[in-house]
């Protein structure tokens, strides 16, 4: 039986789509099952994990299926079914030579009927896309393996772990390319399909994103953005769900795979939000989009995270302040490297903000720049100099110099006789020039008035040394009894003792 079964197969050198790497126009890449693997990098030293575990099925009982082309249209339907069901089998991938021939016959099985939904115009029945849910349900609901998730190192900016690539992925990448034309295909009626495309499976399939293999996530990303489009009654749990994986991320575990494409999808979600903003979407902004800033892993998904941020700012202007604060709030203090990316983010928001709004948040936002310029980390130091750069924020600094000059020229005059990096210095020197061509009273005023604070400072540490002095001399002459701590110090001069007498 499988010999006439197999005969009517086409042969592997046949055009398959699946030769090499190939686009299908999906935004899904179509690949061998070591297709992301660089050229230069032999297979066998490919990082693998095992796929999730499913039961290794025998499909003996399996009747052959014919092509589409051997059918009338009036069976198509029932043909795409009953391949649906076929497809339902699940095999082992963690032994590459066990049922070659039945994963071949599952992978030809998969082609035809991607090849179907391109194709046909008509409605699918509501048979058929239950049994699709089904089907790409039973394929990609997993539970990963504990060791997947033991040996992360919590995702950070150094972690240089290749990625680990899903052995089961031939199969996988064909039901996810399936599922995303079934999806898009004008063929499908999105109030039958919300039906079975439910709220449970569209958790299911946020829950994959993960998933360690980069190709799996690019896939979910595709696909819950066609699914957000299609079903609309699906889009405020949508947006539950994925707060809900924010939160766990932020507040919980700390690590998370898929931030990174999550945050890329609600970009374009964000985008398209209408105005006036509901209040759900700013407590969006408030409650997951800034407190996605305290993460020590911030880097890898900063881009998608500022892209969301600035699409909140041209959707309303107002909320300037409140980000900027919220900004501050999370600002790093012992990682430089997160600073530098945090002074970044603040420039292309200033670049958005407007004059009344910058005027609430001035105030601590350039206490805090006043700090990073006087930081030892030149790179903290010389992003923060930067600033002064951009001309939309040099305006906004030039209406409200009477603020801002007091708080940042203290700074200014701390680096040019303190700092140590050469192109820190002349960075400082060139914002002290333009302060003093945007108003030489003002600055001068403010010079004077460091000098000041810097005197009364200097007498104030001078006189606290005094007194640890004496502290010290009237704790060396008294008695030791019992455990109580001795000071060895210099010896005291007895004009020292007689004015503590």
Same mark, same amino acid.
């Given at each position: %039986?499988?010999?006439?079964? =197999?005969?009517?197969?086409?042969?592997?050198?046949?055009? &398959? $789509?699946? @030769? /090499?790497?190939?686009?299908?126009?999906?935004?899904?890449?179509?690949?061998?099952?070591?297709?992301?693997?660089?050229?230069?990098?032999?297979?066998?030293?490919?990082?693998?994990?095992?796929?999730?575990?499913?039961?290794?099925?025998?499909?003996?009982?399996?009747?052959?299926?014919?092509?589409?082309?051997?059918?009338?249209?009036?069976?198509?339907?029932?043909?795409?079914?009953?391949?649906?069901?076929?497809?339902?089998?699940?095999?082992?991938?963690?032994?590459?030579?066990?049922?070659?021939?039945?994963?071949?016959?599952?992978?030809?099985?998969?082609?035809?009927?991607?090849?179907?939904?391109?194709?046909?115009?008509?409605?699918?029945?509501?048979?058929?896309?239950?049994?699709?849910?089904? %089907?790409?349900?039973?394929? =990609?609901?997993?539970?990963?393996?504990?060791?997947?998730? &033991? $040996?992360? @190192? /919590?995702?950070?900016?150094?972690?240089?772990?290749?990625?680990?690539?899903?052995?089961?992925?031939?199969?996988?990448?064909?039901?996810?390319?399936?599922?995303?034309?079934?999806?898009?295909?004008?063929?499908?009626?999105?109030?039958?399909?919300?039906?079975?495309?439910?709220?449970?499976?569209?958790?299911?399939?946020?829950?994959?994103?993960?998933?360690?293999?980069?190709?799996?996530?690019?896939?979910?990303?595709?696909?819950?953005?066609?699914?957000?489009?299609?079903?609309?009654?699906?889009?405020?749990?949508?947006?539950?769900?994925?707060?809900?994986?924010?939160?766990?991320?932020?507040?919980?575990?700390?690590?998370?795979?898929?931030?990174?494409?999550?945050?890329?999808?609600?970009?374009?979600?964000?985008?398209?939000?209408?105005?006036?903003?509901?209040?759900?979407?700013?407590?969006?902004?408030?409650?997951?989009?800034?407190?996605?800033?305290?993460?020590?892993?911030?880097?890898?998904?900063?881009?998608?995270?500022?892209?969301?941020?600035?699409?909140?700012?041209?959707?309303?202007?107002?909320?300037?302040?409140?980000?900027?604060?919220?900004?501050?709030?999370?600002?790093?203090?012992?990682?430089?490297?997160?600073?530098?990316?945090?002074?970044?983010?603040?420039?292309?928001?200033?670049?958005?903000?407007?004059?009344?709004?910058?005027?609430?948040?001035?105030?601590?936002?350039?206490?805090?720049?006043?700090?990073?310029?006087?930081?030892?980390?030149?790179?903290?130091?010389?992003?923060?100099?930067?600033?002064?750069?951009?001309?939309?924020?040099?305006?906004?600094?030039?209406?409200?110099?009477?603020?801002?000059?007091?708080?940042?020229?203290?700074?200014?005059?701390?680096?040019?006789?303190?700092?140590?990096?050469?192109?820190?210095?002349?960075?400082?020197?060139?914002?002290?020039?333009?302060?003093?061509?945007?108003?030489?009273?003002?600055?001068?005023?403010?010079?004077?008035?460091?000098?000041?604070?810097?005197?009364?400072?200097?007498?104030?540490?001078?006189?606290?040394?005094?007194?640890?002095?004496?502290?010290?001399?009237?704790?060396?002459?008294?008695?030791?009894?019992?455990?109580?701590?001795?000071?060895?110090?210099?010896?005291?001069?007895?004009?020292?003792?007689?004015?503590?007498?």
């Amino acid at each position: %039986m499988w010999k006439q079964f =197999l005969s009517k197969l086409p042969r592997k050198s046949s055009a &398959s $789509g699946d @030769s /090499g790497q190939c686009s299908n126009g999906t935004g899904i890449q179509r690949t061998a099952s070591l297709g992301s693997v660089p050229p230069s990098r032999p297979a066998s030293a490919i990082r693998r994990m095992s796929s999730a575990v499913f039961p290794s099925s025998v499909v003996a009982g399996i009747e052959p299926l014919v092509s589409f082309k051997d059918v009338p249209n009036s069976e198509k339907q029932n043909l795409f079914v009953s391949k649906l069901s076929l497809c339902c089998v699940v095999f082992d991938f963690s032994d590459p030579n066990k049922s070659s021939v039945e994963k071949d016959i599952k992978r030809q099985a998969l082609l035809d009927l991607i090849e179907f939904v391109e194709s046909t115009s008509a409605r699918f029945s509501e048979a058929a896309i239950a049994a699709c849910a089904r %089907m790409c349900a039973i394929n =990609l609901f997993r539970a990963f393996p504990p060791n997947y998730r &033991s $040996g992360s @190192s /919590g995702g950070g900016e150094g972690d240089e772990d290749e990625p680990m690539f899903d052995p089961a992925w031939c199969h996988l990448q064909l039901v996810y390319e399936l599922l995303l034309k079934f999806i898009g295909s004008s063929s499908l009626d999105a109030k039958v399909g919300k039906k079975h495309f439910d709220h449970s499976f569209i958790v299911k399939l946020l829950n994959l994103l993960d998933s360690e293999d980069p190709r799996e996530r690019d896939c979910l990303k595709t696909i819950l953005h066609r699914i957000y489009g299609k079903f609309m009654v699906h889009r405020p749990s949508i947006r539950k769900a994925v707060s809900n994986i924010f939160y766990q991320f932020v507040f919980e575990t700390d690590r998370h795979n898929g931030i990174a494409e999550l945050l890329e999808v609600f970009g374009s979600v964000i985008s398209g939000f209408a105005l006036p903003l509901k209040e759900e979407h700013k407590i969006f902004l408030w409650r997951v989009l800034i407190p996605l800033h305290k993460p020590k892993s911030v880097g890898l998904y900063l881009q998608q995270l500022t892209y969301c941020v600035t699409q909140f700012l041209e959707k309303d202007p107002k909320l300037a302040s409140s980000i900027i604060v919220g900004l501050l709030k999370y600002w790093p203090i012992t990682n430089c490297q997160k600073e530098v990316m945090f002074l970044s983010e603040i420039e292309e928001i200033l670049e958005s903000t407007s004059q009344a709004e910058f005027q609430k948040c001035m105030v601590p936002l350039f206490r805090r720049i006043a700090h990073c310029i006087t930081s030892s980390h030149f790179q903290v130091a010389e992003r923060a100099l930067f600033v002064w750069n951009n001309d939309h924020i040099v305006s906004l600094i030039a209406q409200n110099r009477q603020v801002i000059m007091p708080l940042i020229v203290p700074a200014l005059e701390h680096n040019i006789q303190n700092h140590w990096n050469q192109a820190v210095l002349n960075l400082t020197l060139n914002v002290k020039k333009m302060f003093s061509e945007m108003d030489q009273d003002l600055i001068s005023s403010c010079l004077a008035k460091y000098k000041e604070d810097e005197e009364k400072r200097v007498s104030l540490e001078v006189k606290r040394k005094l007194t640890w002095e004496k502290l010290e001399s009237a704790a060396a002459f008294q008695p030791v009894t019992g455990h109580t701590a001795v000071l060895v110090g210099h010896q005291p001069s007895a004009n020292m003792i007689a004015t503590l007498i």
